[in-house]
T-cell receptor
Framework: EIVLTQSPGTLSLSPRERASLSCRASQSVSANFLAWYQQKPGQAPRLLIY???DRATGIPDRFSGSGSGTDFTLTISRLEPEDFAVYYC?????????FGQGTKVEIK | QVQLQESGPGLVKPSETLSLTCTVSGGSIGGYYWSWIRQPPGRGLEWIGW??????????ENSPSLKNRVTTSLDTSKNQFSLKLRSVTAADTAVYYCARGQSFFDYWGQGIVVAVAS
């Protein structure tokens, strides 16, 4: 199965700063079938990005995804207070679908 | 707006079967794929499996790590889908989510906490 490694484990930033989250796959993710989710405490994950770079419905344009092959990035251009959360990447190019271990974005 | 709601017991004894149902409202279950995902306490997400009723045919796939213990089913008349996980252990303690999608997941239930303990 494809192992996804997210880094850093925790990102300490201030509101209005830019966040870059990395997701590295143990083998190439076919057709860039990679998604990103945001999860806040006590809530279900929320789909942000699919197909590595396509924003899901209703997601603000400060969220963007990029990358291909084995290296993917989620960028939040300017952090809003509601963006402090845990972010997961997920690949769906090769079954079984797998998730990264998550990156926590916390207020500095 | 599609909404999903998990239901089932919050406590299951070791070696017994965990049974959960997801009720879908705001849209038909037919023509879409539906999934189960779980999250052990303080940990990340694990995909369990997907099921769909597409072109008058039921299709399903489950994670190999759970494959022999998992059964999923659909009831289009009730707009529900279900999960059964047999021979549970403490390692199956988790928040269980149902979600819409075969590959990535755009609508999620709120999750249900299931503890495995005697």
């Amino acid at each position: 199965e494809i192992v996804l490694t997210q880094s850093p484990g925790t990102l300490s930033l201030s509101p209005r700063e830019r966040a870059s989250l990395s997701c590295r796959a143990s083998q190439s993710v076919s057709a860039n079938f990679l998604a990103w989710y945001q999860q806040k405490p006590g809530q279900a994950p929320r789909l942000l990005i699919y197909g590595a770079s396509d924003r899901a419905t209703g997601i603000p344009d400060r969220f963007s995804g990029s990358g291909s092959g084995t290296d993917f990035t989620l960028t939040i251009s300017r952090l809003e207070p509601e963006d402090f959360a845990v972010y997961y990447c997920q690949q769906y190019g090769l079954s079984p679908w797998t998730f990264g271990q998550g990156t926590k974005v916390e207020i500095k | 707006q599609v909404q999903l709601q998990e239901s089932g017991p919050g406590l299951v004894k070791p070696s017994e079967t965990l049974s959960l149902t997801c009720t879908v409202s705001g849209g038909s279950i037919g023509g879409y794929y539906w999934s189960w995902i779980r999250q052990p306490p303080g940990r990340g997400l694990e995909w369990i499996g997907w099921i769909g009723y597409i072109h008058d045919s039921e299709k399903t796939e489950n994670s190999p790590s759970l494959k022999n213990r998992v059964t999923t089913s659909l009831d289009t008349s009730k707009n529900q889908f279900s999960l059964k996980l047999r021979s549970v252990t403490a390692a199956d303690t988790a928040v269980y989510y149902c979600a819409r999608g075969q590959s990535f997941f755009d609508y999620w239930g709120q999750g249900i906490v299931v503890a495995v303990a005697s």
